[in-house]
């Protein structure tokens, strides 16, 4: 397990996203949990957004750590996530984890699929 706590510029936690992760973790009542985010193949533009709760850490994978919450992305992942946010929002439309990414040169109104 080799992975290392990156910097800012390859990818941000905001203050809102942090405390709702540990708040999530505390729930999965698992020790060490981590919020992976990755990006796969497919959705409405192309890519997808995945969000899932894990407790280990690859070789490939890259850590991410605010206010005590830990992001975990993968290494082919971080390549279409670079200089992007995980935000937490919630408004009318209801709560959810947003990707604020620089990269996306479009994306589909559900927020959670882009291309480049």
Known sequence: MTAMVET??????????AKRITELAAVED??????????NGGGCSGFQYSFDFDTAVNDDDHTFQRDGATVVIDEVSLELLKGSQIDFVEDLMGAYFQVNN????????CGSSFSV
Not at 9 to 16: P, W
């Open 30 to 39: 698992k020790p060490g949990s981590m919020l992976r985010l990755s990006v």
């Open 8 to 17: 800012a510029e390859e990818f941000s936690v905001s203050v809102s996203a």
């Open 102 to 109: 620089p990269n996306a040169s479009s994306s589909c109104g």
